[in-house]
C-alpha cells in the first residue's frame, strides 16, 4: 500500500486532539488509546472520501465517538451490566407507565404497544394499522404527547417516559 502524505500529515494534527476526546469519554489512558486505534483505522480508510477541505477534525471527532461507544458497549458485555435503556428508573414511573397505557382506548394500547415495546418504524406501524405514513406519524405524536402530559401530571419528567418505554 503507498502511503498517502496528505493523510500522514493530517493524522499527526488530529491524533491528539482524537486522543482528548477519548480520554473525555472513557477517563482511562488504555481505552482511549484503544478508541484512537480503531478510529485511526476507520479514519484512513475512508480518507479519500472526503470532499469538503477542513471537515476532517468533525469527521475524526465522530469516529472517536463511535470507537469510545463500542468499547464501552464491549465492556458492560463483559462485565454483565445491562444496557441502561432497558432498566426503568423507578418501580414507581414503571407503575405509573402500566396505569397509564391501560387508561388508553383499545386502539392507542396497541399503538404504543408497537412503538414502544417492539420498537416498530413509522412505516411499518402504518402498514399494519392500514394507513398512510402520514397519518401513522401523527397519531404516534399525538399518542407521545398524551403520555407525556400523564406522566408529568403524575410527577415525573417529560425524559422519563423515553427512559422506561
Known amino acids: 500500500m503507498q502511503e498517502n502524505p496528505e493523510l500522514v500529515e493530517k493524522l499527526k494534527f488530529l491524533r491528539p486532539r482524537m486522543y ?9 489512558d488504555y481505552l482511549a488509546e484503544d478508541a484512537v486505534q480503531e478510529a485511526l483505522l476507520e479514519f484512513s480508510d475512508y480518507f479519500d472520501k472526503i470532499r469538503q477541505s477542513g471537515a476532517e477534525p468533525s469527521i475524526a471527532r465522530r469516529m472517536v465517538i463511535k470507537a469510545a461507544d463500542r468499547i464501552i458497549r464491549k465492556d458492560r458485555e463483559v462485565a454483565g451490566i445491562p444496557d441502561i435503556e432497558q432498566k426503568p428508573g423507578s418501580p414507581e414511573l414503571g407503575w405509573t407507565l402500566r396505569e397509564i397505557v391501560q387508561s388508553l382506548s383499545e386502539e392507542e394500547q396497541e399503538l404504543f404497544r408497537m412503538r ?3 420498537k416498530q418504524t413509522l412505516e411499518s406501524i402504518s402498514e399494519s394499522l392500514g394507513i398512510s405514513w402520514m397519518q401513522g406519524r401523527y397519531k404516534v405524536r399525538q399518542l407521545q404527547a398524551r403520555l407525556r402530559t400523564s406522566m408529568e401530571r403524575a410527577g415525573f419528567g417529560p425524559a ?3 427512559m422506561c418505554a
Request: glycine share 0%; aromatic share 20%; hydrophobic share 55%.
Open 160 to 162: 422519563d417516559l423515553e
Open 116 to 118: 414502544f415495546e417492539q
Open 20 to 28: 482528548l476526546w477519548a480520554w473525555r469519554i472513557l477517563k482511562d
